[in-house]
């Protein structure tokens, strides 16, 4: 059983920075796994942010259009944790942000239901 506890949220004014830690235990992350993000604001649908594809070579990011350029997802093998660095933050990524963990699929992976382990979520808030 994987267990994913996410850390790193809090207030932070627009224009600030917050990086997000997503640390797994239960199970190491390998080649065909993935890593996501997700966040759900207050009465909208949780969205896609971010998601890292572990492959025997490396890993492959994919990012949701409206946080490209400004969130950079990223790993420690070391500390089987995965990060998500935000900069530029605007109001409009105030949210509650899970991580998710799963078994790579051309499918899903950008699709909630493509991720079988969820964290409990940290909150960002972003003021103007």
């Known amino acids: 059983q994987v267990q994913l506890v996410e850390s790193g949220g809090g207030l932070v004014q627009a224009g600030g920075s917050l990086r997000l830690s997503c640390a797994a235990s239960?199970?190491?992350?390998?080649?065909?796994?993935?890593v996501g993000w997700f966040r759900q604001a207050p009465g909208k649908e949780r969205e896609f942010v971010a998601t890292i594809i572990f492959t025997w070579i490396g890993s492959t990011t994919y990012y949701s259009d409206s946080v490209k350029g400004r969130f950079t997802i990223s790993r420690d093998n070391a500390k089987n944790t995965v990060y998500l660095q935000m900069n530029s933050l605007n109001p409009e990524d105030t949210a509650v942000y899970y991580c998710?963990?799963?078994?790579?699929?051309?499918?899903?992976?950008?699709?909630?239901?493509?991720?079988?382990?969820w964290g409990q979520g940290t909150q960002v808030t972003v003021s103007s």
């Open positions: 998710a963990a799963g078994s790579y699929s051309t499918r899903n992976y950008l699709k909630s239901s493509g991720y079988d382990y």
């Open positions: 239960g199970r190491t992350f390998s080649s065909n796994n993935m």
